[in-house]
């Protein structure tokens, strides 16, 4: 069983920054690509970013790149999302995932075995 717990998030003006963390319960964490996906009110769940089990590969979503970083701590069992120059449209509660099964980069929600619970971020303008 893996838990993940994020935290970090909160109230910002538009142009700050925040970084979101994510800890998780697992007993080998780096066996497990993680990504960050992120649900605005009344819409679907997408995909922010992703990093690989090694750490040595990132993906990120076009609205997001560029203004958002992906790392993760194997020693630390966690996993992060700097964020930067944050815009109103990027209000959402943020989720963190782990997947166990695919390699490489995983970009569909339905790849990911496991979830946080979320932290909200709130960009105003």
């Known amino acids: 069983q893996v838990q993940l717990v994020e935290s970090g998030g909160g109230l910002v003006q538009a142009g700050g920054s925040l970084r979101l963390s994510c800890a998780a319960s697992?007993?080998?964490?780096?066996?497990?690509?993680m990504g960050w996906f992120r649900q605005a009110p009344g819409k679907e769940r997408e995909f922010v970013a992703a990093?690989?089990?090694?750490?040595?590969?990132?993906g990120y979503a076009d609205s997001v790149k560029g203004r958002f970083t992906i790392s993760r701590d194997n020693a630390k069992n966690t996993l992060y999302l700097q964020m930067n120059s944050l815009k109103p449209e990027d209000t959402a509660v943020y989720y963190c995932?782990?997947?166990?099964?695919?390699?490489?980069?995983?970009?569909?929600?339905?790849?990911?075995?496991?979830w946080g619970r979320g932290t909200q971020v709130t960009v105003s303008s």
């Open positions: 697992v007993r080998s964490f780096s066996n497990y690509a």
């Open positions: 990093i690989s089990r090694d750490g040595g590969s990132t």
């Open positions: 995932a782990a997947d166990y099964v695919t390699s490489g980069l995983p970009r569909n929600k339905k790849d990911y075995d496991y």
